[in-house]
């Protein structure tokens, strides 16, 4: 692992996702071998100079971004997230959605839509509330560096995210909500120090512009 992060600071992100890949399938022969049933059961019986949870989302991150100059680690990123899901289907619940949207936005990349759409489809309809889910499912057809990018559709998810019933998870996604429907009406999107189009007090807010986002205020009174 260390070597890894050694080669990142010199720049050969590459080569650190080659020996990061390497080191992965040393780690699930360990769990193979121990009977090991979770992450932290295992950061909790080695406790090397890295924590497995830390770990293995960097190896994520960084397969994404070596994934953008040779597909290659897109697929390995798409088997890793696989693998870690099968295995660690509970645990850490910022650790699993993380790790969907990888899975998600990897196939997205490599051009596999449907596979992609059909799995935030079924996230969702398991946990229509889990507001990321929203953005990242819409933020396929906004970032994609492939040809599929899609104003309309971006904008169409965020409205069926919004238009949930009960208030989406955490206020961060409804902030992010809030930028991605101006930026998907070709808008500037919504300042940081709050969003002056908006009027209302609640979850759910009018926008002069003429569609509906969904906005929040933190704990220090600025909008998210």
Known sequence: MQDGYDLLASGRATDACRIWLEAWRDVLGIFDKSGMQSIQEFDERFGGTHYLFNWIQDLEDELWNAGMSDRQFLTARIAVCEEAMRRFPTGDESLIENRRRALAES?????ETGKAE????????????????????????????????????????????????????????????VRRAGACRGGQGVPAAGPPQCRGDGDLAECQLGWHCLATKDEDGLWR
């Open 107 to 111: 196939y997205y990349e490599l051009g």
């Open 118 to 177: 059909a799995l935030y489809r079924e996230w969702l309809k398991v946990d229509p509330r889990w507001g990321w889910g929203w953005v990242s499912w819409s933020d396929r057809y906004r970032f994609t560096r492939t040809e599929l990018r899609d104003w309309g559709r971006c904008e169409q998810l965020l409205r069926e995210g919004l238009a949930i019933a009960e208030p989406l998870r955490n206020h961060r996604p409804a902030g992010r909500c």
